[in-house]
């Protein structure tokens, strides 16, 4: 596909087909999901490739390899069936349709709006339930506040991950780029982590992770502090927050929609947390902010998502129409 306006126009079909549609329990239980295809390759090569008494230099490059493989399997795979696509009647409107799968809106929506739900009606350990879906910390230690701020908290991130990242490679590459964005996210949840048996063996997906969500993510932060604007907040403090304490997070990248969103809602994020047994003292973003949230605070969050969604929809509409 060529850049402009033609992806603009499909990337913006896959927007609004994951906002409208999102992922059909009634699709997903017959076939497997494409991340899942992924995820089964990721786990079939780690249990090969990742040998905890190898030397750490031999589990580096065989994570290397890995990663190259599964980037290799799911780019090529997405250019075939986008080349199929394209050249059928309405070639643009199937591909984005076929796209929005890997776009996470609505699923992302849903997935926090329960963690509101499940406090306001089944209290604290219902509360701990629903966010354990979406968060990897553990529940236990968790209060009502700090489910809340949980909840808040992947709402930002996975804003950037699973919304403005995937547009943002779809736009640039077509289905390859954003087939290839997925896997590697994919694989940074999965063999990214900083533990003795990952360290070495998924260093390479965690650092690619980290440089292809360096744009998504200053866009998310900025998308969000637009949002705060379009629903009545004040934009400033969202972009003050977002400049002065995005680099404190441990992450290069999720500190900015975070902080933005820490910045647009007055509240104390991120901060200590306990992932299973191990305890990290990372400093708050806004410090300052209120630390007792609670689910009217995620349904803000999620009222900003939104409205950062729709901004995102409206900035593609309004290129492709000046570059029609």
Known sequence: MTLFPETLLVVLVALMADAL???PDFVWRRIPHPVSWFGGLIRALETRMNRPE??????RMLGLLALAVLIAVATTG????????MALPLGWFWTG????VLIAQRSLHDHVARVADALEREGLEGGRRAVSMVVGRNPATL??????????????????DGVVAPAF????FGLPGLAF?????????????????YLAYGWASARLDDLLNLVPARMSGILIAAACAAIGRQPGPALRVMLRDARLHKSPNAGWPEAAMAGGLGLALAGPRIYGTERVDDPYLNAGGRRDAG???????????????????????????ALA
Request: hydrophobic share 50%; proline share 3%.
């Open 295 to 321: 689910p009217a605070d995620i349904r803000q969050a999620l009222t900003v998502m939104i409205a950062a969604c729709l901004l995102l929809m409206l900035v593609v509409a309004g290129l492709a129409l």
């Open 169 to 172: 490679w779809f736009l640039l």
């Open 21 to 23: 549609i999102g992922d």
């Open 143 to 160: 209060d009502e506040a700090g489910v809340a701020r949980a909840a808040i908290e992947t709402t930002a991130e996975n804003f950037s």
């Open 54 to 59: 190898w030397p750490e230099t031999r589990r």
């Open 181 to 197: 964005y997925k896997a590697v996210n994919t694989a940074d949840s999965m063999i990214g982590h900083r533990s003795p048996r």
């Open 78 to 85: 997405a250019w075939v069936l986008e080349r199929g696509l």
């Open 97 to 100: 349709l076929t796209g929005s």
